[in-house]
């Protein structure tokens, strides 16, 4: 079973994320076959320019928007340095004046997704989400290498989850 290892709020820069829209989860085998991670990490300049403004950027996202009353949304993309160009046939989301709560899932492959607990352990830590102009909550799954893509001795890896909260 999955277990939340850290919880904590990150100071993020003005970001945009690049990517495509879809109606539900899945459709990550379309990414890696079309090589679409590798157009947005050419078209910032590479992850070290992510990674310049944020120790924990360069990670595929799977981001998330809901809201009572409204359809769930879901985008595949990356996070980028603000200002970025959009590629052709992509989307782009400025998130500006935010910050990040996240949590550290620690556990196998097929329980990490399980994130249903992430937001009352920032709730617990008096970390406050935030909603967009339209009241919207977003989230998103930042698979990061290493600690997503390589198992430690037990075979766990960590799955960062992030809520944009407020400053």
């Known amino acids: 079973m999955a277990e939340i ?6 100071n993020i820069p003005t970001m945009r994320f690049i990517g495509k829209k879809y109606d539900d989860f899945g459709h990550w085998g379309e990414w890696w076959q079309n090589g679409w991670f590798d157009v947005i990490e050419k078209t910032m300049g590479g992850c070290d320019k992510i990674l310049s403004l944020w120790e924990n950027g360069g990670g595929y996202i799977g981001l998330e928007r809901r809201k009572d ?5 879901y985008y595949i993309g990356m996070l980028t340095p603000e200002n970025t160009s959009v590629p052709d046939g992509f ?3 400025d998130f500006a004046n935010v910050n990040l709560g996240t949590c550290w899932i620690y556990g196998k492959e097929n329980e990490v997704h399980d994130t249903s607990a992430c937001k009352q352990n920032l709730a617990n830590n008096g970390i406050e989400l935030w909603k967009d102009e339209n009241g919207a909550v977003w989230s998103f799954e930042n ?10 001795e037990k075979g766990n890896i960590i799955l960062d989850y992030c809520y944009f909260v407020k400053k």
Do not use: H, M, Q, S
Not at 143 to 152: F, I, V
């Open 69 to 73: 009353g409204e359809a769930f949304e």
């Open 91 to 93: 989307i782009y989301i």
């Open 5 to 10: 290892l850290n919880v904590f709020k990150e």
């Open 143 to 152: 698979c990061l290498c290493p600690r997503y893509t390589t198992p430690d």
